[in-house]
């Protein structure tokens, strides 16, 4: 069993930054592959970022390349979402998946953990 919390969301003007955390416990975080997600109303969940195991390689969406840094923290079992040069269509739900693999992936189907979501607003 994996359990994952995030934390960092809020509210912040356009512009600004905010850093995501998620938390995860369970014995599979070292040798898994985690992925950033986010989701607007209305719109399909979409990966923003990923990650594999060691940190080695990266995905990130056109949208945020530039401004968003996906990293991970092996020995605090935590993954962390730099946000920089917020924009308001940046505003979702965001959301950290761990999937049963070392590699990188975007596929929301290919993650077989998630967390309860951050909400990010970006005002303008």
């Known amino acids: 069993q994996v359990q994952l919390v995030e934390s960092g969301g809020g509210l912040v003007q356009a512009g600004g930054s905010l850093r995501l955390s998620c938390a995860a416990s369970?014995?599979?975080?070292?040798?898994?592959?985690m992925g950033w997600f986010r989701q607007a109303p209305g719109k399909e969940r979409e990966c923003v970022a990923a990650i594999n195991w060691s940190g080695g390689s990266t995905y990130y969406a056109e949208s945020v390349k530039g401004r968003f840094t996906i990293s991970r923290d092996n020995a605090k079992n935590t993954v962390y979402l730099q946000m920089n040069s917020l924009k308001p269509e940046d505003t979702a739900v965001y959301y950290c998946?761990?999937?049963?693999?070392?590699?990188?992936?975007?596929?929301?189907?290919?993650?077989?953990?998630w967390g309860q979501g951050t909400q990010v607003t970006v005002s303008s």
């Open positions: 998946a761990v999937r049963p693999w070392l590699d990188v992936a975007q596929d929301p189907k290919q993650y077989a953990y």
């Open positions: 369970g014995r599979t975080f070292r040798n898994s592959g």
